[in-house]
């Protein structure tokens, strides 16, 4: 197919590029440090008991994707 036969839409962006978004809030806090104490936790009991370190990103990274579909917090948008 040549260049001359498609033609793109334009794209709108989601997000108002002139507005400023808080990313760093109490919640986002909160979550994170929740999720790093669990899994450091869980890590260090691992490599005492069975002497073996595993990464724990991609268990946090499903469990706090999991938490955020089950809050559903509301767009600050």
């Not at 986002?28 to 899994?39: D, E, H, K, P």
């Not at 450091?40 to 370190?53: D, M, N």
Request: aromatic share 12%; charged share 20%.
């Amino acid at each position: 197919m040549s260049d001359e036969t498609r033609s793109i839409p334009p794209v709108e962006p989601v997000l108002d590029p002139k507005k400023d978004y808080e990313e760093i809030n109490s919640y986002v806090v909160f979550w994170g440090l929740f999720y790093a104490a669990i899994f450091t936790l869980a890590v260090g009991y691992l490599c005492l008991k069975i002497g073996q370190t595993v990464d724990a990103f991609a268990p946090v990274s499903v469990l706090a994707m999991g938490t955020a579909v089950i809050l559903k917090r509301k767009c600050v948008c």
